[in-house]
């Protein structure tokens, strides 16, 4: 009888898996990490896009100096790999911010600025600074429209109702008693049946709003599907799939292959997070938050390290000031 050969503790993580932790853990580490992330093994300077460049270090010795910055022999100038990044001009250290975005794209349902405050140390106006940051990192900015067959919904995220005895139904088409007594903010979303999804805080629920945030994100060549709300009517007409939809009232749910299921699976996954570990999201920045649960979505199938290295990416080319 043959035995298994023992496998090695650990040998099936991925690169990025095996170096989060010393990176955040040690500054050069987490430096040299997120370097790596942003150029592999061909550094460049940000300002000119020259590769003849080095590290600067201290005098008399191979040590990098305090600031880790690089010095591009064609234009002269000095940059760091916060250059051009969302971390750019932040005196957070390094290796918080490679903490918090492994924190981010490795929990399921976020992790939220007090947490990051408590283990790492930072002011929680620093790490509320830090995790607007990386949600701004995780935006999709590709524009790309939503084809196929696509679900379409939408919900509401927030605060309390306020004042129930009286939310009673206007009868009017497209009224919504829910958007006219709630503090609640209402938002839009779009998923491509095993593909992406797409989100929109919008003001209110009517068919304008809803029609403009349609037309922006999916494709006129898809088959829409939604539920019985009349505000999709109209816009349904012009989508050359066609348009269906399931009479919820009704307590029907699905009718064939038309469903509105897959969009209602990343609303729960919306609603727990926001209930359990955000607590409270202010509408001002609640669009930065759907911006986050709609990356990790997006990145379901890839793992935690494939998931980071995206979100450091995407955190190239953005800046987010006060």
Known sequence: MTRKKP???????????R?????????????????????????????CGSVDVYKMTKRGSDEREQHFRWRCRDCASLYSVRKGTVFEDSRIPMRHWC???????????????????????LSYKSALFLMHRIRFAMQDTSG????????????FVGGKPRNKTKQ????????????????KTPVFAAVERGGRVVT??????????????ILDTIDVSARLMTDENVCYVVVGKQFEGGHESVPHKNHVYAKGDVTTNTIEGFFSLVKRGIYGTFHAVSKKHLHRYMDEFAFRYN????????????????????????
């Open 7 to 17: 496998c090695k503790v650990g040998q099936n993580k991925s690169e990025i898996v």
């Open 19 to 47: 170096d989060v932790p010393l990176a955040c853990a040690d500054e050069q580490a987490a430096v040299e990490f997120m370097e790596k992330r942003r150029w592999g093994d061909s550094p460049c300077c940000p300002c």
């Open 99 to 121: 903490f918090a975005f492994w924190a981010a794209c490795s929990s399921k349902k976020g992790v939220s600025a007090k947490q990051i405050e408590r283990q790492t140390g």
């Open 144 to 155: 790309d429209k939503l084809t196929g067959v696509v679900e379409a919904d939408e919900t």
């Open 168 to 183: 009673i139904d206007s009868g009017k088409p497209g009224s919504s008693h829910r958007t006219r007594y709630t503090r």
């Open 200 to 213: 929109r805080v919008i003001p209110r629920v009517n068919a304008k709003n809803l029609r403009q945030a």
């Open 299 to 322: 990145t379901r199938k890839v793992d935690d390290g494939e998931r980071m290295r995206l979100a450091v990416e995407g955190a190239v080319g953005k800046r987010l000031v006060y």
